[in-house]
Every structure is written in structure tokens, then in C-alpha cells.
């Protein structure tokens, strides 16, 4: 029928138009994004020349070899394991500087969202600051502070506290510090977005349904945030697991490395780059649960909102 | 009822009595005190070492501690170790402006033709599609970096690290900032207004162009100024994609120097720099942002937490 | 310029989930004020958009002064609609808003900056050409859309729900404006409404939809006082409606004897040949209330149940001995009611105003629940 030709002539040009707009971002997406992973897949399955130390990729999976993971599990298990402490101390560090910058990112967040009043764009305004710094900018500043004769050293000994403590000579504790006051304006920013749009009279039902304040706090304002609390979580603790300078800049010692310095170590190391390659596999497999229900959780938010 | 109406003025007066009640059950309109001290004590933690490292770039001597006098030697005067004349230091200055504007010029637009397209093409492609994009923007930044190193050394050789495989490498990784603004402002905006223009006579290119990208323009510049300065503050992809000195920008040289090699204010004033890169884009987003929304009613607030990438 | 004569032709538009226009053939003469009306859902702004071009059709036609545009896209065809939410571009200015279409129709430049002016000044806007669409009220916006749409001199103009978003009081004098207006301009409006109230005031004809047929068209009146079956009667106003059963007795000539519980009733209207059980409707404003000892033909003894005083007139509920509720009407004439609650009364309903519609297999409570939304609306403005 004319119409229907007519009809689907007129779908096919504006389909074509919007393949067309998506094309270039689709393209880059997939030939630097996608095929990336895949390239690390051929890494991992490939194996090396012996005499120049050379990483040697596979392209066919049926050729895939596992020499790479097997040196990897020996790394893990074998005699001389050494893989086993910095991903323990990745966990540790980064379940401690998650649960401290929760327990600081929320209480500001609430008062910003719920109490700040016509003042909420002076603290927006300060809360936003440093996320214009950069990552470096931020350390940078801390190393100035915490190294010896620096000012957090002599605001000591001027206390009458022993000033001479070496904070950046390889301690958990600056480490997990850093982790905090790097990742923490992600979290107040996201709890604050999610925060803001709690349906303030949601909260007064509940008071005028005779909860006291702290009641409506824990009954209703709390679960109400609970997709923020599950949000900002992943916005820091992906990254974080992911991290290996904030632990370079503020200790260097072997004692706080982490996940991320084994592997940005075997990168460049002659002969191990295909390990490298199996252990960023590993931590993406791991990683791709948590990740994956993030992405489902936004694109049903999207959805929902659409 | 009437009963209880005549007891109410009754049980109120006497302060004493008022003040008493007020202990056991503190007044619901009092202001929270504690969460306000403690948001104070975060904003001072978190802005006041910033300050104290900006402030020191400016110092005469080369302490980090003792404030010595002001001056400008770091930034222009000292002719071995300012940000000036030290080839290394003001290379890579250069190198993160270069980053940050063939990356935002590159990112920008195709992340926008990517949003919309995404949109409207509704299919499966179009989700999975979606599905990578918002995938790009959760995976740890060292994994992407690490996966397009290899690309880079052992498929595409022939981009190889440096400038291009940086600018590439940038671009995916920023390429959701104006896919995910741009597409929720869509979202926003809906269709009438380009069903009024092609009610109207315009073609669908013609509403796009006439109506759509018009009204986009907000979101469009909010993701430029994001990407931008994500770019210039950007660390991981660009420290493993760079090769040689002279690739380096910013925020990989301060990384190298940190701990010896060109220690000092000087570093200081590079990332005093590097700050003023992305607060002036911030800023001046800030205030295009205002003047292109200025016919929504929209709050200042609204405009910063939008233009902050929420 | 064309003259706006639109036909629809077994119409109809399938989505994902189902039917929203279920074939639908009309004819809207030109120069014609023709109204779709009916529930939200009931296919009216889907038949609007497939002439407008937003929807493609699924199978029928659309002529447009004997042309099938079907399949045309919306820049091609001499139609242009004014939206519910107005669509107007909120970075251009108010002339900017109403040159808007005229690039494109290749309107040379000083003629467009008078067409401007003319279309500004039949909306009574002069003097505002320079605000920006946020600068103005919502009645100001409204008119600027119709200004942008009509500038274009199309030959038909769609109107989707244009006053939906405005307070009462407006929505009132816009309506008499836009239906002189009309008469001014003497374009073709094809006007999409919930609101019966506005159809019932301005159209020429209309059509009263649902579930994606039309149910009856033709003038605000015939459809009013002869309303085709239980739904439309329903729908339009407030109307009492009964389950009755047609007596089998030998009727009179024109009329139709029923059976209502024990009582027996005659009504003069509808479908006074049908048999079995049959809705019957009156208008609250026919139902007259007398003495509990007047009694008399066609009448049935009954209680006053509430009085609810609107202003102008008194909504009276009462309960008829058989069980059902009626409302009755009474103007206003400064006296005071001789009935308060519990008041016994006599209710006349007269046989020329009792309408004998056709079941359509739904009780009358069930249409009231589907209505009710708009019958709340209706009560309110």
C-alpha cells in the first residue's frame, strides 16, 4: 500500500539521520572503548618473545594460551605470592575510607540539602570548589602540609605534640586520609543531588503523623536516601579501587601499595605486561557486578524518567 | 472538644515552666548547630590546605612552611625554576592546554550528535550503545587507561602514546559528560517543540538545528566546561598514553616531582595554575550558563548544581 | 490558499499496546468550528496529531480539501496546530515566535514584519512583540501560539486542549474569544477538549469519542438534548440515568410505556420502539419536584436526600421510592426551598424530557466511574 511505503520511506530518512548524529560517538566508543578490552583479552591469551621480552597478542580466542594466567595464579599462590597483600590492603583501605566518607559526606549533604536555606548557593559554592581542583592540586597540598618541617609539623610542636613524625614515610592511616579527601566531593555532590529532591513533605506527613524528628529521620529520611547512600558508594569506591597514586604521592613505600600499583608496575615491566593484562581482567571481572547493576540502576532511573 | 479548648491556655505560660518542657523536648525549629559546625569544619578541611598551597606558590624563598614574602619568582621570575623559563615546567602547561581544548572540541560534539541520536533512534543497537556509554563512565579510569595502552602499543601502532593516543584516549573517557547532560535535558525538553517547528514548516534536520540545538545550548556548554576541566585535571590516562617529556602535561609532571626532581613552589605554582585553568572555565560557564537559561526562572542554585555536571 | 474541507476516512492508529483510533470516518466542512471531545485516552489527540502529521496513520485516509496528506510530513501540509502546553520557543522573542514559520513559506521580508503585527493585533497582543515567552501569562501565551499558528493562514488549525492549562475565570472569556475568533478568520478549527463546557459553547458541530470510535457527532444541541446512548448522556452534563424495563402493555402512539420497579412511566423520546431493559436519562434540569400529596402521572413519590447550593441554581438529590438516585435543579429566584433533608416529595419526569437510549451492556455506574474525573472538573469550573 502507497501509505505505508510512504510511512516507512519516512522512517527509514529520519532513522538514518539519527544513526547518522550518533555515528561518530558510537564509532569512537566502540574502536576505543570496546576494542581496548578486547586487545587486553589478546594480551592476556597471548604469550611473549623470549629474547626481546615482548608482549606477543593472540587475536584468535581458539589460540588463546594461558601462560599469562597461570603466572598470575602462581603470583597469587605460588612460593613468593606477593599479589595477595595489596589487593587484602585495596579491600581494607577502601571499605575504611568508603565507611569514614560516608559518615562525613552524609551529615554535610543533609544539612546543605535540607537546612542550608538561602544560603544553600554559599555552600554549594564551597562544596563544588574543590571538585574544580585537580586530584594532584589536592595532593600536592597535603604533601606540603604532612612532610617533615612542614606546617602540620610545626602546628604540632607548637601544641607541645611530638612534631617530627614522618606522615608521608609509608603509613596506612595518611593513605586512607588521602583516599577520603580525594574522593569525598563526589560523594557529598551526588548524596546532595539525591538529597535535595526528598519530597520535604514526605517528612512532615511523618512528623504530623506524630514521629519525633529522629524517627523521621531513621524511618523515613534514610531509607528515602538509600539509592543516594548506594550511588555516591559506587561513584567512590570504583575509583578507588582503581587507585594507585594517591598511596605513590603520600607514603611510596612498599607497605601501602595496592591493586593498582601491581598493576601499572607490570605495565612497564619487561616480560609482564600480558600479567598486567590478566589482572585488570580480574579486577574488571570482579568489578563488573557492582558496575553492571549501577548501569541497569540509571538506565531504569532514565527510563523512569523519561 | 470544648474541654479540652479551655485547658490549652492553661497548660502554655509561666517561662519557667516553658523552659523546663524545652529541655526534655528540645524546640523542632531550633537550628541544627552541630550539623551546621560540622559542615563548617569539612568546608575549612577541605579548601583551607588549597589555599595554604596556592599561597606558597607566591613565597619568596623556597620553603613550604615559613611565609618569607610575597613574590612572583616561581611563576615568572626565577630564570632556572619558574614556571616561565623552565622549558619542562611551561611544555607542559602548554601540552595540558592543548589536551584540554582538541579534546573538548573533539568530545563536545560528537557526545551531543551522540545523545541525540541515541534518543530518538530507539532500537536494541541504540540501547547497548547506551549501555557502553554509561558503562565508560563508571569503569576505574586505570583499567581504560591500561587497556588503551595496549591498543595503542600493540593493535593501532601506528597512533602509538603521545598527543594522539591522549586526545583519544580523553575523549572516550569524557565522551558521557555531554551524553548523559545532553540526553536528561532532551528528556527534559521533550518533543513539542520540535513538533511546533515542523508544524511550522521546518524540516526535522531544519527543527533540529532551528529549535533543538537552541534550546540544548545550556546543557552543550555545561558539558564543555565539564570536559575541559576534567582534562586539564585528568591524570591517570594521560600519564600512561604520554611518551616522551614533552607529552607530559600538567598534573603528570607534578606526579614525577613530587618526591625530588623539581620540587618546590614551583610546583606549587603548576598546579596553582593548572587550578586557575579549571576555575576560570568554571567560572565563565558559570556565567554563560546564567545568561542562556535566562529565560527559564531559574534559581542560581539550580544553575550551579547543572553546571556541576548533577 | 485552500478552504479547509477535511475528511477522515476509516482512520485508524495502532501502537504497541492496542488500538487508539479504531476507523474512524468524519467530514469537517470549511470554515467549520468542529469539536473532538471525550476522556482522556478516548483517541481525540492521536486523530489530532495524525492530521497535524506527528503520527503516522495505520491504515485510512486523511483528505485535506480532497487531497490524501496521509503520509505527508507535517512541514507540507497547510495545517497548523496550537499545543496544550503552547510549545513556544522560550529564546526567541514574541514576533520572533510568530515569524517563526513564515521563513519557511517563503514569505518576502516586509511582508512578514506587517503579517506580524496583523496576527499580534488579532490577538490582542500590540506592544508585546519585544517580552520573551516566560515574560507572559499563560492566557498571553496562549494567544501568541494562536498568533504563530495563524500568521501561517492555514487552511484547517488544530487545537490541542488549548485551555487545559489556565485557571476557570480565563478559561471562560477565552473561550468566547477564541469562538469569535474563528468567525473572524473563518478558518477551519478542529478543536481537541475534555472539557464539554467548551465544546458545548463554541463549536459548530461536534463529535463525542470513545475508546477510539466516535459515539455521536453533531451540533452542541442535538447531542446535548438527543444524546445517542447512555455514554454520551452521561458524558455530557449531568444526567440521571435508571435501569428500566419496557412494559409489554399496548403503547400509546409516540410513546413507550416502561416499567420502573413497581411503577410505570411514559417517555416521548429516543428509542421509543425498543424492548427489554433499557437506560432511560432525564436532565436534572427537567426533573421537577412538587408536593408529596400532588401526586399524578409520571410521577414517583420520593425523599430529599441533600440540597447542595452551587450559586445560580440548587443541585437537590433525592431517592426514589425504587432505590434510585436522581438530582434535580432548581434556579435560584431568591426564594427559599420549601425542601431540606428528608423532605418526602412527588418527582415529575416529564414524558417529552424521559429519554429511552439503547443499553450498551454497561451499567449507568460504571460510565459515572469513567467520567467521573471530567464530571469533577465540570462541577468545579
Same mark, same amino acid.
Given at each position: 500500500?502507497?501509505?505505508?511505503?510512504?510511512?516507512?520511506?519516512?522512517?527509514?530518512?529520519?532513522?538514518?539521520?539519527?544513526?547518522?548524529?550518533?555515528?561518530?560517538?558510537?564509532?569512537?566508543?566502540?574502536?576505543?572503548?570496546?576494542?581496548?578490552?578486547?586487545?587486553?583479552?589478546?594480551?592476556?591469551?597471548?604469550?611473549?618473545?623470549?629474547?626481546?621480552?615482548?608482549?606477543?597478542?593472540?587475536?584468535?580466542?581458539?589460540?588463546?594460551?594461558?601462560?599469562?594466567?597461570?603466572?598470575?595464579?602462581?603470583?597469587?599462590?605460588?612460593?613468593?605470592?606477593?599479589?595477595?597483600?595489596?589487593?587484602?590492603?585495596?579491600?581494607?583501605?577502601?571499605?575504611?575510607?568508603?565507611?569514614?566518607?560516608?559518615?562525613?559526606?552524609?551529615?554535610?549533604?543533609?544539612?546543605?540539602?535540607?537546612?542550608?536555606?538561602?544560603?544553600?548557593?554559599?555552600?554549594?559554592?564551597?562544596?563544588?570548589?574543590?571538585?574544580?581542583?585537580?586530584?594532584?592540586?589536592?595532593?600536592?597540598?597535603?604533601?606540603?602540609?604532612?612532610?617533615?618541617?612542614?606546617?602540620?609539623?610545626?602546628?604540632?610542636?607548637?601544641?607541645?605534640?611530638?612534631?617530627?613524625?614522618?606522615?608521608?614515610?609509608?603509613?596506612?592511616?595518611?593513605?586512607?586520609?588521602?583516599?577520603?579527601?580525594?574522593?569525598?566531593?563526589?560523594?557529598?555532590?551526588?548524596?546532595?543531588?539525591?538529597?535535595?529532591?526528598?519530597?520535604?513533605?514526605?517528612?512532615?506527613?511523618?512528623?504530623?503523623?506524630?514521629?519525633?524528628?529522629?524517627?523521621?529521620?531513621?524511618?523515613?529520611?534514610?531509607?528515602?536516601?538509600?539509592?543516594?547512600?548506594?550511588?555516591?558508594?559506587?561513584?567512590?569506591?570504583?575509583?578507588?579501587?582503581?587507585?594507585?597514586?594517591?598511596?605513590?604521592?603520600?607514603?611510596?613505600?612498599?607497605?601501602?601499595?595496592?591493586?593498582?600499583?601491581?598493576?601499572?608496575?607490570?605495565?612497564?615491566?619487561?616480560?609482564?605486561?600480558?600479567?598486567?593484562?590478566?589482572?585488570?581482567?580480574?579486577?574488571?571481572?570482579?568489578?563488573?557486578?557492582?558496575?553492571?547493576?549501577?548501569?541497569?540502576?540509571?538506565?531504569?532511573?532514565?527510563?523512569?524518567?523519561? | 472538644?470544648?474541654?479540652?479548648?479551655?485547658? @490549652?491556655?492553661?497548660?502554655?505560660?509561666?517561662?519557667?515552666?516553658?523552659?523546663?518542657?524545652?529541655?526534655?523536648?528540645?524546640?523542632?525549629?531550633?537550628?541544627?548547630?552541630?550539623?551546621?559546625?560540622?559542615?563548617?569544619?569539612?568546608?575549612?578541611?577541605?579548601?583551607?590546605?588549597?589555599?595554604?598551597?596556592?599561597?606558597?606558590?607566591?613565597?619568596?624563598?623556597?620553603?613550604?612552611?615559613?611565609?618569607?614574602?610575597?613574590?612572583?619568582?616561581?611563576?615568572?621570575?626565577?630564570?632556572?625554576?619558574?614556571?616561565?623559563?623552565?622549558?619542562?615546567?611551561?611544555?607542559?602547561?602548554?601540552?595540558?592546554?592543548?589536551?584540554?581544548?582538541?579534546?573538548?572540541?573533539?568530545?563536545?560534539?560528537?557526545?551531543?550528535?551522540?545523545?541525540?541520536?541515541?534518543?530518538?533512534?530507539?532500537?536494541?543497537?541504540?540501547?547497548?550503545?547506551?549501555?557502553?556509554?554509561?558503562?565508560?563512565?563508571?569503569?576505574?579510569?586505570?583499567?581504560?587507561?591500561?587497556?588503551?595502552?595496549?591498543?595503542?602499543?600493540?593493535?593501532?601502532?601506528?597512533?602509538?602514546?603521545?598527543?594522539?593516543?591522549?586526545? @583519544?584516549?580523553?575523549?572516550?573517557?569524557?565522551?558521557?559528560?555531554?551524553?548523559?547532560?545532553?540526553?536528561?535535558?532532551?528528556?527534559?525538553?521533550?518533543?513539542?517543540?520540535?513538533?511546533?517547528?515542523?508544524?511550522?514548516?521546518?524540516?526535522?534536520?531544519?527543527?533540529?538545528?532551528?529549535?533543538?540545538?537552541?534550546?540544548?545550548?545550556?546543557?552543550?556548554?555545561?558539558?564543555?566546561?565539564?570536559?575541559?576541566?576534567?582534562?586539564?585535571?585528568?591524570?591517570?590516562?594521560?600519564?600512561?598514553?604520554?611518551?616522551?617529556?614533552?607529552?607530559?602535561?600538567?598534573?603528570?609532571?607534578?606526579?614525577?616531582?613530587?618526591?625530588?626532581?623539581?620540587?618546590?613552589?614551583?610546583?606549587?605554582?603548576?598546579?596553582?595554575?593548572?587550578?586557575?585553568?579549571?576555575?576560570?572555565?568554571?567560572?565563565?560557564?558559570?556565567?554563560?550558563?546564567?545568561?542562556?537559561?535566562?529565560?527559564?526562572?531559574?534559581?542560581?542554585?539550580?544553575?550551579?548544581?547543572?553546571?556541576?555536571?548533577? | 490558499?485552500?478552504?479547509?474541507?477535511?475528511?477522515?476516512?476509516?482512520?485508524?492508529?495502532?501502537?504497541?499496546?492496542?488500538?487508539?483510533?479504531?476507523?474512524?470516518?468524519?467530514?469537517?466542512?470549511?470554515?467549520?468550528?468542529?469539536?473532538?471531545?471525550?476522556?482522556?485516552?478516548?483517541?481525540?489527540?492521536?486523530?489530532?496529531?495524525?492530521?497535524?502529521?506527528?503520527?503516522?496513520?495505520?491504515?485510512?485516509?486523511?483528505?485535506?480539501?480532497?487531497?490524501?496528506?496521509?503520509?505527508?510530513?507535517?512541514?507540507?501540509?497547510?495545517?497548523?496546530?496550537?499545543?496544550?502546553?503552547?510549545?513556544?520557543?522560550?529564546?526567541?522573542?514574541?514576533?520572533?515566535? $510568530?515569524?517563526?514559520?513564515?521563513?519557511?513559506?517563503?514569505?518576502?521580508?516586509?511582508?512578514?514584519?506587517?503579517?506580524?503585527?496583523?496576527?499580534?493585533?488579532? $490577538?490582542?497582543?500590540?506592544?508585546?512583540?519585544?517580552?520573551?515567552?516566560?515574560?507572559?501569562?499563560?492566557?498571553?501565551?496562549?494567544?501568541?501560539?494562536?498568533?504563530?499558528?495563524?500568521?501561517?493562514?492555514?487552511?484547517?488549525?488544530?487545537?490541542?486542549?488549548?485551555?487545559?492549562?489556565?485557571?476557570?475565570?480565563?478559561?471562560?472569556?477565552?473561550? $468566547?474569544?477564541?469562538?469569535?475568533?474563528?468567525?473572524?478568520?473563518?478558518?477551519?478549527?478542529?478543536?481537541?477538549?475534555?472539557?464539554?463546557?467548551?465544546?458545548?459553547?463554541?463549536?459548530?458541530?461536534?463529535?463525542?469519542?470513545?475508546?477510539?470510535?466516535?459515539?455521536?457527532?453533531?451540533?452542541?444541541?442535538?447531542?446535548?438534548?438527543?444524546?445517542?446512548?447512555?455514554?454520551?448522556?452521561?458524558?455530557?452534563?449531568?444526567?440521571?440515568?435508571?435501569?428500566?424495563?419496557?412494559?409489554?402493555?399496548?403503547?400509546?402512539?409516540?410513546?413507550?410505556?416502561?416499567?420502573?420497579?413497581?411503577?410505570?412511566?411514559?417517555?416521548?423520546?429516543?428509542?421509543?420502539?425498543?424492548?427489554?431493559?433499557?437506560?432511560?436519562?432525564?436532565?436534572?434540569?427537567?426533573?421537577?419536584?412538587?408536593?408529596?400529596?400532588?401526586?399524578?402521572?409520571?410521577?414517583?413519590?420520593?425523599?430529599?436526600?441533600?440540597?447542595?447550593?452551587?450559586?445560580?441554581?440548587?443541585?437537590?438529590?433525592?431517592?426514589?421510592?425504587?432505590?434510585?438516585?436522581?438530582?434535580?435543579?432548581?434556579?435560584?429566584?431568591?426564594?427559599?426551598?420549601?425542601?431540606?433533608?428528608?423532605?418526602?416529595?412527588?418527582?415529575?419526569?416529564?414524558?417529552?424530557?424521559?429519554?429511552?437510549?439503547?443499553?450498551?451492556?454497561?451499567?449507568?455506574?460504571?460510565?459515572?466511574?469513567?467520567?467521573?474525573?471530567?464530571?469533577?472538573?465540570?462541577?468545579?469550573?
Amino acid at each position: 500500500m502507497a501509505l505505508a511505503d510512504r510511512e516507512k520511506t519516512q522512517d527509514r530518512r529520519s532513522r538514518l539521520l539519527w544513526i547518522g548524529l550518533a555515528a561518530p560517538g558510537a564509532i569512537w566508543l566502540i574502536l576505543l572503548f570496546v576494542v581496548p578490552f578486547y586487545v587486553m583479552l589478546a594480551v592476556a591469551g597471548g604469550g611473549i618473545n623470549e629474547f626481546f621480552q615482548t608482549v606477543v597478542p593472540v587475536w584468535n580466542p581458539l589460540h588463546w594460551s594461558s601462560w599469562n594466567f597461570s603466572a598470575v595464579w602462581h603470583d597469587i599462590t605460588g612460593a613468593g605470592a606477593f599479589i595477595g597483600a595489596p589487593a587484602l590492603r585495596t579491600l581494607i583501605y577502601t571499605a575504611i575510607a568508603t565507611v569514614l566518607s560516608l559518615a562525613i559526606a552524609y551529615p554535610v549533604a543533609y544539612f546543605v540539602a535540607r537546612y542550608a536555606g538561602r544560603r544553600k548557593g554559599l555552600f554549594l559554592v564551597l562544596l563544588v570548589a574543590p571538585f574544580w581542583v585537580s586530584y594532584m592540586m589536592r595532593m600536592l597540598a597535603w604533601i606540603d602540609l604532612l612532610q617533615q618541617g612542614g606546617l602540620f609539623n610545626s602546628a604540632l610542636s607548637d601544641l607541645g605534640l611530638p612534631g617530627n613524625t614522618d606522615w608521608l614515610g609509608g603509613r596506612s592511616l595518611t593513605v586512607i586520609l588521602g583516599l577520603v579527601y580525594g574522593y569525598i566531593p563526589y560523594l557529598i555532590l551526588t548524596l546532595y543531588a539525591f538529597l535535595d529532591r526528598i519530597d520535604q513533605r514526605l517528612l512532615e506527613a511523618a512528623q504530623d503523623l506524630g514521629l519525633s524528628r529522629w524517627r523521621t529521620f531513621w524511618h523515613v529520611t534514610i531509607p528515602l536516601s538509600k539509592p543516594a547512600i548506594i550511588a555516591g558508594t559506587f561513584i567512590t569506591v570504583l575509583p578507588m579501587l582503581g587507585d594507585y597514586y594517591t598511596n605513590q604521592l603520600l607514603s611510596g613505600a612498599a607497605g601501602t601499595t595496592m591493586i593498582g600499583n601491581v598493576i601499572e608496575g607490570q605495565l612497564d615491566a619487561p616480560g609482564q605486561t600480558g600479567q598486567g593484562a590478566v589482572l585488570s581482567l580480574m579486577l574488571l571481572v570482579v568489578l563488573l557486578v557492582p558496575m553492571l547493576y549501577y548501569v541497569a540502576s540509571t538506565a531504569r532511573a532514565s527510563r523512569e524518567n523519561s | 472538644m470544648a474541654v479540652e479548648l479551655d485547658e @490549652a491556655p492553661a497548660a502554655a505560660p509561666q517561662p519557667g515552666a516553658s523552659r523546663r518542657v524545652g529541655l526534655l523536648r528540645p524546640n523542632p525549629w531550633r537550628r541544627p548547630w552541630l550539623m551546621e559546625g560540622f559542615t563548617w569544619l569539612y568546608i575549612v578541611w577541605s579548601i583551607v590546605p588549597i589555599a595554604i598551597a596556592v599561597l606558597f606558590s607566591f613565597n619568596k624563598g623556597a620553603s613550604q612552611s615559613t611565609w618569607q614574602g610575597f613574590s612572583t619568582k616561581w611563576y615568572i621570575g626565577s630564570s632556572v625554576n619558574s614556571v616561565l623559563h623552565n622549558t619542562a615546567l611551561h611544555q607542559a602547561v602548554v601540552q595540558t592546554l592543548v589536551l584540554a581544548v582538541l579534546t573538548t572540541v573533539i568530545c563536545v560534539p560528537i557526545g551531543v550528535g551522540f545523545a541525540i541520536g541515541i534518543d530518538r533512534w530507539r532500537s536494541r543497537a541504540a540501547m547497548s550503545l547506551n549501555f557502553v556509554m554509561i558503562f565508560s563512565f563508571v569503569i576505574p579510569e586505570l583499567l581504560l587507561a591500561v587497556a588503551l595502552f595496549m591498543l595503542v602499543t600493540q593493535a593501532l601502532t601506528f597512533i602509538g602514546l603521545g598527543t594522539e593516543a591522549e586526545v @583519544a584516549g580523553l575523549v572516550v573517557w569524557n565522551l558521557s559528560w555531554p551524553a548523559v547532560i545532553v540526553r536528561a535535558r532532551l528528556v527534559s525538553i521533550g518533543r513539542s517543540y520540535e513538533e511546533a517547528a515542523t508544524d511550522l514548516g521546518a524540516s526535522r534536520l531544519g527543527a533540529i538545528r532551528r529549535v533543538l540545538l537552541p534550546m540544548l545550548m545550556p546543557a552543550v556548554f555545561a558539558s564543555a566546561v565539564l570536559v575541559f576541566a576534567s582534562t586539564v585535571d585528568d591524570f591517570v590516562i594521560v600519564e600512561q598514553l604520554s611518551s616522551t617529556a614533552s607529552t607530559q602535561p600538567m598534573s603528570v609532571l607534578i606526579y614525577a616531582n613530587v618526591h625530588g626532581g623539581l620540587s618546590g613552589p614551583a610546583l606549587n605554582a603548576l598546579a596553582t595554575i593548572m587550578l586557575l585553568f579549571s576555575l576560570v572555565a568554571a567560572v565563565l560557564g558559570l556565567i554563560a550558563y546564567r545568561w542562556m537559561t535566562r529565560g527559564e526562572r531559574q534559581s542560581s542554585v539550580e544553575a550551579l548544581t547543572n553546571i556541576a555536571g548533577m | 490558499m485552500s478552504e479547509g474541507h477535511v475528511e477522515l476516512v476509516s482512520l485508524t492508529k495502532h501502537f504497541d499496546g492496542g488500538v487508539a483510533v479504531d476507523g474512524i470516518s468524519l467530514e469537517i466542512r470549511a470554515g467549520e468550528f468542529f469539536s473532538l471531545l471525550g476522556p482522556s485516552g478516548c483517541g481525540k489527540t492521536t486523530t489530532l496529531r495524525m492530521v497535524a502529521g506527528f503520527e503516522a496513520p495505520t491504515s485510512g485516509k486523511i483528505l485535506l480539501d480532497g487531497v490524501d496528506v496521509g503520509a505527508w510530513a507535517p512541514n507540507r501540509r497547510s495545517v497548523n496546530t496550537v499545543f496544550q502546553n503552547y510549545a513556544l520557543f522560550p529564546f526567541l522573542t514574541v514576533a520572533e515566535n $510568530v515569524a517563526f514559520g513564515m521563513k519557511y513559506k517563503a514569505v518576502p521580508k516586509s511582508e512578514r514584519d506587517q503579517r506580524v503585527a496583523e496576527a499580534l493585533e488579532l $490577538v490582542q497582543l500590540t506592544g508585546l512583540e519585544k517580552r520573551r515567552p516566560n515574560q507572559l501569562s499563560g492566557g498571553q501565551q496562549q494567544r501568541v501560539a494562536l498568533a504563530r499558528a495563524l500568521v501561517l493562514r492555514p487552511s484547517v488549525l488544530l487545537l490541542d486542549e488549548p485551555l487545559g492549562a489556565l485557571d476557570a475565570k480565563l478559561r471562560r472569556s477565552l473561550q $468566547v474569544e477564541l469562538g469569535a475568533l474563528q468567525k473572524r478568520v473563518g478558518i477551519t478549527f478542529l478543536y481537541v477538549t475534555h472539557d464539554q463546557e467548551e465544546a458545548l459553547t463554541m463549536s459548530d458541530r461536534l463529535a463525542v469519542m470513545n475508546k477510539g470510535n466516535i459515539v455521536q457527532l453533531g451540533t452542541p444541541a442535538d447531542v446535548y438534548n438527543e444524546p445517542a446512548d447512555a455514554y454520551v448522556a452521561d458524558f455530557l452534563g449531568v444526567s440521571n440515568l435508571m435501569d428500566a424495563q419496557v412494559d409489554s402493555g399496548a403503547p400509546g402512539q409516540g410513546c413507550c410505556r416502561l416499567r420502573l420497579g413497581e411503577f410505570l412511566l411514559e417517555a416521548r423520546a429516543g428509542t421509543i420502539d425498543a424492548s427489554g431493559g433499557v437506560k432511560l436519562a432525564i436532565r436534572p434540569e427537567r426533573v421537577h419536584l412538587h408536593p408529596y400529596e400532588e401526586a399524578g402521572p409520571n410521577r414517583l413519590p420520593g425523599m430529599v436526600e441533600q440540597l447542595v447550593f452551587i450559586g445560580s441554581t440548587t443541585h437537590i438529590h433525592v431517592r426514589l421510592a425504587t432505590g434510585v438516585a436522581l438530582q434535580a435543579l432548581v434556579r435560584n429566584d431568591g426564594s427559599t426551598l420549601p425542601y431540606s433533608q428528608g423532605t418526602a416529595v412527588n418527582i415529575a419526569l416529564p414524558a417529552d424530557a424521559l429519554r429511552v437510549l439503547p443499553d450498551p451492556g454497561v451499567s449507568a455506574a460504571e460510565i459515572r466511574d469513567e467520567t467521573h474525573g471530567d464530571q469533577l472538573l465540570n462541577l468545579t469550573s
